[in-house]
């Protein structure tokens, strides 16, 4: 059975594909080190005084936000639509027809990746938004698929 790309097309937008973002082992290492220094701390607040709990709480806190963001950072294509979801507090929908451009990008930017090995996707005519999948390849693939009009630029494929 042979498929033109209308066909193909068609069957990807009735698909929801996610890829996981690309956890750098530097972010995982904190993420452990701040969970061990918040257990000490709690159980050291439990030993001498209260007034340190809500201190401790803050630092629980900010402990629950790392690591929902290393187990929630995603980004899934949903029919013609990029969802980028980054922890509980960053949701962006992208229509996949609004990329003109994919470039390869090692930044430590503030955006929705927890790697610093990063791809760019240039949005409208100054926008752009920074992620880093697990599958670089397929993640870029599927989007020239849906947009064959958007510009890649590799240049990690190239230095290898």
């Known amino acids: 059975m042979r498929f033109d790309r209308y066909?193909?097309?068609?069957?990807?937008?009735?698909?929801?594909?996610?890829?996981?973002?690309l956890v750098a082992g530097w972010y995982k290492c904190t993420c452990v080190v701040m969970l061990v220094a918040f257990?000490?701390?709690?159980?050291?607040?439990?030993?001498?005084?209260?007034?340190?709990?809500?201190?401790?709480?803050?630092?629980g806190f900010c402990v629950y936000m790392m690591f929902d963001m290393w187990f929630h950072t995603d980004y899934t294509i949903k029919g013609d639509r990029l969802l980028i979801r980054c922890g509980f507090l960053f949701r962006m929908e992208l229509p996949i027809r609004k990329i003109i451009e994919i470039t390869d990008k090692s930044t430590?930017?503030?955006?929705?990746?927890?790697?610093?090995?990063?791809?760019?996707?240039?949005?409208?005519?100054?926008?752009?938004v920074?992620?880093?999948?697990?599958?670089r390849s397929g993640f870029i693939s599927d989007l020239l698929l849906l947009n064959p009009?958007?510009?890649?630029?590799?240049?990690?494929?190239?230095?290898?």
């Not at 066909?7 to 973002?21: D, Q, T, W």
């Not at 430590?108 to 752009?128: F, Q, V």
């Not at 920074?130 to 599958?135: I, K, M, Q, V």
């Not at 009009?149 to 290898?160: C, D």
């Open 7 to 21: 066909h193909i097309i068609s069957l990807i937008s009735n698909m929801e594909k996610v890829y996981k973002s």
């Open 130 to 135: 920074y992620l880093s999948p697990e599958n």
């Open 39 to 59: 257990l000490a701390s709690l159980y050291l607040c439990y030993k001498s005084t209260w007034i340190l709990l809500i201190d401790m709480v803050f630092v």
């Open 108 to 128: 430590m930017l503030s955006s929705p990746a927890l790697s610093a090995k990063r791809i760019g996707l240039r949005y409208g005519r100054t926008n752009w």
């Open 149 to 160: 009009g958007i510009k890649y630029l590799a240049q990690f494929e190239a230095n290898r």
